[in-house]
């Protein structure tokens, strides 16, 4: 009896008998065209002539299997054995009938049986390659195919088999040859698409194996195998959407789900299209419980402005089993809602939960720290050290201690032991930070330097504000506009200046209002935001002033500022150019500028950072930028526009008191409205917010060059 090629579907086979009358070819073509009502139509005419038609038999069988009804199939499958016991196709197709039903056994005795009858075909080799896959037996499997394949070396069934094995054991450039000869023989086999989409995932060429498992899956679309596979090849070629409505039909989400998911997770967010990741996560977390797609499905709400659901659904698996992570990410989030109490409490009840965990600890040390309870805190370290003798945060709130009781030890060694790169941003920072106050403290000025250096080295990085030439135009003022809007007081942000400890005190007044909107990623839309400047740079006429003048009037009024109140406007910088245009557009405007010895603020600058965050690459570039605005204010102050007032930061820090009579002349308010005492900057142990006066000339050693291009400004602000 012979035996020809594949059709479409691996499942059941049917023999190509070149003897039998046309009627059956065509019923073989409308099975593998899918028509299987109109196939089963014309096999039931055919049986009611003869019952015994073993063919016709088992393509009944097959016609049942693919429509569902295994026990009608199974029936007519042992039929058309008892009618034809030695045709090997009926057997493979009983013995595929058992694997899909589970009866790993009695399918392989069967497949074995029409192995035995006709040993060089290859189909039957084939079918047991396939049975010994499915149970994890490789060698087993292995063996089958490539018996398959010397008995017929364009077998495609065993091809394909023999792919995924070469595949698991790594052989992607074989596997890729035999998946391909296979799919050019069946090209509407979903399983070979899945196998070639497979190869080609592994290899990297993520859009053709992605191809590929789109085949199989419009093939197979209830195969969820296929489904997941597809999937993956979609997120591989970046097109987290087409994924994200793939994986969305599967309605029960198993555990081998979570790899995908997560990894769909990464790519949503990064295209900032959470909102449907929202929903495809609140149906994958009812069965699972994988830590990724926790924090994942907190970070979209966050991202859909949705923080306190994500804080909720935190709260939700914040249980004694859960991992770490879901403590922290909760706590983080009350901490940027600025929860305080909420977070102090959450800190507690982790430590209860979850006793064991130094992480717990040292987080209620850091709760104890922010609330002024140093007892508690200390104790909270002690326990977490206990625990963990390498926790972070724990040993840099003991090696904060340690430097204000007198200078560095045994903790401050241990947080230099750290490997800092394996720590987050602000654990990094914190560990630079105290490491070099350790190397001040022990008059080590040169690993002082490079340990603040190495803090602004890891920090996002943030374009300075561009500052023109100081002497360059405009070199005359234009002539101010007729005054009209409130009063107003613009004040540059220098930063290493401590004008932010000035900024806090002036904030809790009832007179003043301070902006400082500007000092972040988005400042106001208005003349003096960035995509306004050129404007400004390129002339000065009256059309211009108009039209700059009406721009930051309107920007300002949608503040809705109460009128009782003085404006303060904190600039992120404050070039000549900019005060010629506020100077003639803004003629009611004044200029406050807050100063400290240029090179104290470049130290300042370099061992205490800016807020926001402005790091310094190297110190000369730093000096430079702060050299060049200083000369601006020296033109400023020298020049009949706005008025300029200059405030000592030595008079701050020295004598608030008196200082609050000038303080209140220079904005227009009465001194008796200002409040100058402001809230410490926090800093951990209590140490202070900021290095003496003068304490730069230890420094001369590694910052020299830096400090004498200073020079010339502290001399014109009257620092020697």
């Known amino acids: 009896m012979a035996r020809g090629a594949a059709s479409a579907c691996p499942s059941f086979r049917s023999p190509h008998v070149g003897s039998r009358k046309a009627s059956m070819q065509h019923i073989r073509e409308l099975i593998h065209k899918g028509q299987l009502d109109e196939a089963e139509y014309r096999l039931r005419d055919r049986l009611n002539d003869a019952p015994g038609d073993a063919e016709a038999l088992n393509m009944y069988g097959v016609v049942l299997a693919r429509k569902g009804d295994a026990l009608g199939a199974r029936s007519h499958f042992k039929r058309a054995i008892d009618a034809a016991p030695n045709e090997p196709s009926f057997l493979v197709n009983y013995g595929l009938l058992l694997a899909q039903q589970g009866d790993s056994l009695r399918a392989a005795e069967f497949l074995e049986r029409a192995a035995a009858l006709d040993p060089n075909w290859s189909r039957g080799h084939a079918q047991l390659g396939e049975l010994a896959l499915a149970s ?10 490539r018996t398959a394949l010397r008995a017929d070396p364009e077998d495609p069934q065993a091809q394909v088999g023999l792919a995924q094995i070469l595949l698991l054991r790594g052989d992607a450039e074989q596997a890729l040859a035999l998946a391909q000869a296979a799919i050019t023989r069946m090209p509407g086999d979903a399983r070979a698409q899945a196998v070639l989409g497979m190869i080609l995932l592994a290899k990297g060429h993520h859009a053709f194996a992605r191809q590929a498992l789109d085949n199989a899956l419009r093939l197979e679309p209830a195969n969820l195998r296929v489904r997941r596979l597809a999937a993956r090849a979609q997120i591989a070629d970046d097109d987290g ?105 959450l800190t507690q009840d982790w430590v209860e939960a979850q006793p064991h965990q130094a ?12 609330r002024g309870d140093a007892a508690r805190a200390q104790q909270a370290v002690e326990k977490a050290l206990s625990l963990d003798a390498r926790q972070p945060k724990a040993l840099a709130i003991a090696a904060a201690y340690e430097l204000k009781s007198g200078g560095p030890g045994a903790h401050c060694a241990a947080l230099a032991a750290l490997e800092g790169a394996a720590q987050g941003l602000a654990a990094r920072a914190t560990r630079g930070f105290l490491l070099g106050h350790a190397a001040d403290r022990e ?25 023109a030439d100081p002497l360059g135009p405009p070199r005359e003022l234009p002539m101010p506009l007729p005054a009209e809007g409130r009063p107003l007081v613009l004040l540059p942000f220098i930063p290493g200046s401590g004008v932010d400890a000035l900024l806090r005190a002036l904030a809790r007044g009832d007179s003043v209002a301070v902006l400082s909107d500007r000092l972040g990623p988005h400042g106001r839309h208005d003349g003096l935001s960035a995509d306004q400047r050129p404007q400004i740079e390129n002339g000065l006429g009256e059309t211009t002033l108009q039209l700059f003048r009406r721009r930051y009037w309107r920007a300002l009024d949608r503040l809705k500022l109460p009128a009782s109140r003085l404006a303060i406007d904190v600039l992120p910088a404050l070039e000549w150019v900019q005060f010629a245009a506020l100077s003639a557009a803004l003629p009611q405007a004044r200029v406050l500028a807050f100063v400290r010895d240029p090179r104290d603020t470049l130290l300042h600058w370099l061992a205490y950072g800016t807020t926001p965050a402005r790091p310094i690459g190297r110190p000369e570039l730093a000096a430079n930028y702060l050299l060049r605005q200083y000369q601006h204010l020296d033109r400023m102050r020298a020049s009949a526009g ?32 200002l ?46």
């Open 443 to 467: 008059g080590d000025s040169e690993r002082a330097v490079a340990r603040w250096l190495d803090v602004h080295a890891a920090l996002p990085k943030q374009k300075m504000p561009a500052l």
């Open 359 to 370: 992480d717990a600890h040292a987080e209620l040390a850091i709760g104890a720290e922010l």
């Open 675 to 720: 409040t100058l005492d402001a809230p410490q900057r926090p800093v951990l142990a209590g140490l202070p917010e900021r290095l003496e006066p003068g304490h730069w000339r230890r420094y001369t050693a590694p910052l020299g060059k830096a400090f004498r291009l200073l020079v010339p400004a502290a001399k014109r602000f009257g620092y020697e």
């Open 241 to 345: 959407e087409a994924a994200l409505q793939t994986l969305r039909r599967i309605h029960e989400y198993s555990d081998e789900d979570a790899p995908v998911l997560a990894q769909l997770c990464e790519l949503l967010l990064r295209g900032k299209r959470q909102d449907g990741l929202i929903e495809l996560l609140d149906r994958a977390l009812v069965r699972l419980s994988d830590t990724r797609l926790v924090h994942a499905a907190a970070e979209a709400r966050v991202r859909a402005g949705r923080i306190d659901d994500a804080i909720s659904l935190l709260g939700a698996y914040a249980k004694p089993e859960a991992h770490p992570s879901v403590w922290t990410h909760r706590l983080g989030l009350l901490a940027r809602q600025n929860r305080l109490d909420d977070a102090w409490q």
């Open 642 to 673: 706005l008025p300029v007032s200059v405030i000592r930061a030595e008079e701050f820090d020295s004598d608030r008191d008196a200082l609050r009579e000038r303080l209140g002349q220079a904005l227009g308010v009465a001194p008796a409205s």
């Open 136 to 145: 994890g037996q490789l060698e087993s499997a292995e063996q089958r195919f």
